[in-house]
Structures are given as C-alpha cells and as structure tokens.
C-alpha cells in the first residue's frame, strides 16, 4: 500500500478540494462561511449531490484506493423541546458518517471495511482522521476454497446500471423549517393546552439525510435525499398518575397538524383520569393506529429469510422452502412497500455499498405471504429479487372508525399507545409490552372507565388472523427518541390503520411487572 503520510491535501484536484473546503466550512459555521464567500443555501443544511461525490472522491485520494466503494450519509437533526417542568431544550445534530472499502495486506486477499463517524470542520483534519483510519495489515494468501468463493461474489457483482423509481421524500418547506419554523410549530402545539391544569411536555422534530455511494463496480453513482418531521405532546395529571398522548409525522413541514394533536392528546388525558385496575387475561382490543404501527415496526424483521419465525419452519436452512404462498393473516390485510408513496416512501435502492433498486413490494396480498427480505449479496447468492425489510410499509384498512369498533365491542380495551415492544419468542413471533397514556374499558358499546396499564404477551401475527375490523390507514407518530446507531430518529414511515381484534392477550397489570 501506497505511504498514506506522504501525500498532501494540495495534490487533490483543486476543484475536489474547494467543494470539501465549502462544505466543511458551511458545516462549521453557516454564517462565517457566508461572510467568506462560501456557498450557504437557506433551505438545506446537508450536503449537495456535488459535494457529496467530491467529499467521495477526497476519501478515495487521500487512502490511495482509486478502487474502493465509497459510502457517505450525512443527517442533521433538529429537536425542540418543552419539558413537562416548563423548561425548554434545545437538540441540533450534524453527523457525518464515511465508509470505504480498501484492500489490506496482500492484494487479492479480501476487502476491509472501514467506518468513520466524525465531526471534523476543516479538508486537513478530515485528511488526518482518514489516513489513521487505516492500517496496513499483513495476511496470507488465498486459500483455493478462498479464491473459489471470491470468484462467486465477483461474478454476482458485476458492472451494471439500475433503474430507480423517482420519489419525492425531500420536501424544501420541510429543509426550510429546519432552522426558522420549529419554535414557532412548538407555540402552536402547546396554545390550545395553555391555562388547563396538565404539565405538558412538547416535541417537534425536523430531519434531512442525504446519501450518496461512489460504487467502482458499477461504475455508477448513487443519490438520494429525504426530509421528515414530526411533533408529538404528553399531558401529565399533577400527581403524575394520568397522561395523554398524540403525535403526527410527515415529509411534509406544512402537513403536520399541531392543533389536532393538542386536542387529541387532551381528550385522552381527560378520558384516563381516575383510572382503575382491571382483571388481566383475553379481551377484544381496539388498537389505535400508533399501537398497530408499533406492532408492524416489531414484526418487520421476520420477513427476512435469515430469520427464524412465524414465516418459516422450524430448523429451516437459508434458501429453503418457507410459507411464502400460504394464507396467514386475515384476508383484508395486505402489506405493501412503495418508495413513490407521497406519506410513506422511502429511498428507491439500498443505502449501502450495493445500492440494489428497493422498488415497489407487495409482502402481504390478502392475507398470504408474498416476498420475503434479503440482503444484496444472501439473495443474489440464493436466487431470490434483494428486498429491504419491511420498516417502511402500509398496511390495508376499512371502513370501520374507532367510534364504530367501540359501539359494536361487547366487552373490551382500547389501546392507545404501546411501549417497551420487545420480542420474547421467535418462532411464534410472540411479543411483551406495556399499554401508554390512555388505556379504556369498554362494556355493551361504551366506554365505561379508564383502568391502569397492562402488560401484554402476544404474537401479532397470530392476533392478525383474528381481525373483527380494519380502520382508515395513517402515518404513525413514534415520539422522540434520542438517536443512537441502533435507533435512528426519525424512523422510517409506517402507515397503519387502527385494528379491532379478539383475544388479545393482557397477561398482567404493569406495576406488577
């Protein structure tokens, strides 16, 4: 390998470097690049398309890899806050991430992955952190099996164009909001609640992301930028016993609707106040469109045919016949994932070193199991069209309100929230959680009385063939979360309607979990 130290920034093309410099320096300080000369738009903080292909070819210069596949995303996150005390915070994120593939030790060994997240402001400390990024590592030389095995993923990877579906996830009003609206959609969703006797705490979010592989194989390179927001508020009772909760999500900035979440937010603080314990077991649930999105979040990774569960037999082999073809939810569900949906699209390809078209995708039709996921290299390898897993779906729904599911309940619970969703049984798919601000029985049509929260264990793919009514689907609110590598905010769009099942398992009250 090339000495890495011996080269210097001025030997990159000087048209490379500019755009690095102008983006580092955007990044650094929007208005000391703007007094600079710098090129500062009002309307994104992330980066261009150009830059991002500049900031590729930066990184393939400076670690001498003329070949390697590079991968950038870089996200910035806004978060304004009011804490249910009154106090307001502030959360602005700009996360830069770089992953490239170099060669180490000897050269037709393999490819080594190198991931760097960093949060550098100028072209020479950039330089520095990618040259110490990597280390020349001595290995043997190919084994025949090795070379064998190599010559495969070679063959499945070789040079070609794809074909993307054009989607429209960035949304300028939304990337303008970013720096001058938040404050303001905040004084909106906390007006109607001001002068009740709740503690209100308030969230509204706003997210740009843009993505870019420089991929050598292909000789292509790949683009994409998305935009989301969300706002969501908690009322809390003074003794901190009661709470209400609602939320909304969209691309969109002048979608979201603040007022609506006030009000509904407050009309299940007030519906839960003075709620009581109720005996554990098997009711009818009316789930709300937020608990049944959660639920579908929860079961998206089953569909991948590395996965064990509800969609395949037990001691199943990669590649192996599974229950694709099979009916195994109601009839009226069907799932579906679309990159050109205008309330749930997402990216049209993988973002990763192989950016695969992700098209559209039927996973349920009807009740039966369609398609199943897999990664880029596991279903070349195996036959199979790559399919990401299913975090960004719709789900089908029905006629029926939630007004409607409660009048015709003889003896129920509506659910409008779940937390802690966490699996507890693979094979059956079976899942714990705890139902959240707002949890109401219901007796001969009506809403009786609140009762205190619950602790389910249930398998929603088994919950989903005992479907009595299917309401209008919705992009579901999740709430804030702070990103983590395992949790990013915002997560992507589901689409969910509220649900009325039978036999929902409630297996315990949550304070005595």
Known sequence: MASLLSLSVPSLQSRTYARVASFLARRADRAQARAEGYPVSDTRRIMTQEEAIA????????????????????????????????????????????????????????????????????????????????????????????????????????????????TTIWQATTAAALETQRGAMLGRLLAPLTGTPWRVAGTVGVSELGFCTLNTAMQTTHWGEATDSELSVTLYSADGMTSGWSGHAHRNWDKLEPERVAHEALTIATQHLHAVRAEPGRYTAILSATAMGQLLRAMARFFNV??????????????????????????????????????????????????????KVTWMENGVLKRRSASVGL??????????????????????????????????????????????????????????????????????????????????????NRVLALGTPQRVAFGFQPPHENQPWPLPPVIAPPVMVRDFNFSALADNA
């Open 306 to 359: 590395e996965t064990l569960g509800p969609f395949s037999y037990p001691h199943q082999v990669v590649g192996a016949r599974d229950k694709r073809g099979q009916q195994l939810f109601d009839s009226r569900i069907t799932l579906t994932t679309d990159p050109t949906d205008p309330e749930g699209g997402d990216f049209p390809f993988f973002p990763g070193g192989n950016p695969y078209p992700s098209g």
């Open 55 to 166: 900031l590729g070819q930066f990184v393939r210069t400076v670690n001498a890899t003329p070949d390697g596949d590079v991968s950038i995303r870089h996200q910035v996150t806004a978060i304004t806050m009011r804490r249910p005390d009154g106090t307001p915070r502030l959360v602005d994120v700009d996360e830069l991430a770089l992953e490239w593939l170099v060669k180490l030790g000897v050269i037709d060994r393999f490819e080594g992955q190198v991931w760097v997240r960093t949060n550098v402001r100028d072209p020479e400390t950039l330089q520095h952190v990618l040259q110490q990024a990597v280390r020349p590592i001595p290995v043997p030389p190919l084994s025949d099996e090795e070379r064998e095995e190599r010559a495969t993923w070679d063959k499945m990877f070789q040079p070609h164009t794809y074909t993307y579906l054009p």
């Open 379 to 464: 279903g070349l390898q195996y036959g199979m069209t790559p399919l990401r897993d299913p975090e960004c779906v719709r789900m089908s729904g029905g006629p029926t309100s939630i007004d409607e599911m409660i009048a015709n309940c003889e003896r129920g619970l509506y659910v409008h929230r779940l937390s802690a969703v966490h699996e507890v049984d693979a094979l059956s798919g079976t899942m714990e959680g705890f139902t959240r601000h707002g949890c109401l029985l219901i007796q001969n049509g009506k809403i009786t009385h609140p009762v205190k929260d619950f602790r389910f264990r249930e398998s929603p793919f088994l919950a989903l």
